[in-house]
């Protein structure tokens, strides 16, 4: 049994497409489609699918959470896109549901290849997107959604460790849980609570990559060969005369 990887890599799919009679399930068809389209008004569909989701969120993560237990669990694109429904929800409704995902322990890699494809990889990432709808509901007062942080913080991986100790550092009493968070930690990951996160803007861009390089890298050390056609010039091709290559 292979230990759950730390990478959490975001690979996200379209989803496939739920079929529910209840109304709040064509809500959730609607919501899934609008999340997967594109062109002009993508943005405007999927606006109006998540408001209509949020209006009855109570039946919509019913319906989240049924069909989460019909997908075929080799459906990652399916069940990932369920699982970021219900954070998009933004309402208590779906602790339960997030709180199961976050709970359930990683299945052992069965992946021949890893490198192609990762078992392991792709639970995980359905995990830490569980735990990012968590720190909104934290960041918003909801005290339950702090207590499943902390319980994805016993969890034996290390990405959704990561993603934990992030999500209760972000929210309002992040610092006053510092002492708790290394309570919990293993010694040897204390460095989590070191990571910081940053904007792009925030990163230093290198001005100018050649001062990188070894020196000489990059330089031509003879000019190129000439062309067939400019070898009968000792000046080479005229100014702006643009070889032709001839079959031999």
């Known amino acids: 049994m292979s230990n759950p990887s730390a990478s959490d890599s975001f690979r996200p799919r379209a989803p496939s497409t739920v079929h529910s009679p209840s109304a709040a399930g064509q809500v959730l068809a609607n919501l899934l489609k609008a999340m997967a389209g594109a062109g002009a008004d993508a943005e405007e569909r999927y606006a109006s699918a998540l408001n209509e989701a949020r209006a009855q969120a109570a039946d919509v993560m019913v319906e989240i959470a049924r069909a989460d237990q019909d997908a075929d669990e080799r459906n990652y694109g399916l069940r990932w896109a369920l699982v970021y429904a219900a954070t998009q929800l933004a309402s208590v409704e779906s602790l339960p549901y997030l709180k199961s995902v976050v709970t359930t322990p990683i299945p052992p890699e069965t992946s021949e290849d890893p490198h192609e494809f990762s078992v392991v990889t792709e639970e995980t990432i359905l995990r830490t997107t569980a735990i990012d709808g968590l720190e909104n509901l934290a960041d918003s007062g909801q005290p339950e959604a702090v207590d499943i942080l902390f319980t994805a913080l016993e969890q034996p991986s290390l990405s959704m460790r990561r993603a934990a100790v992030q999500a209760l550092l972000a929210s309002p009493d992040g610092e006053q849980w510092r002492d708790r968070i290394t309570g ?6 204390h460095f989590l609570l070191d990571i910081r ?23 031509e050390s003879e000019p190129p060969p000439l062309l067939p ?20």
């Open 184 to 189: 919990i930690l293993p010694p040897k990951q």
């Open 197 to 219: 996160r940053v904007g792009i803007s925030d990163v230093p861009h290198v001005r100018d990559p050649r001062v990188h390089l070894v020196e000489g890298a990059g330089e």
């Open 229 to 248: 056609e400019d070898r009968g010039s000792p000046e080479g091709r005229p100014e702006g005369d643009t070889p032709i290559l001839r079959e031999p």
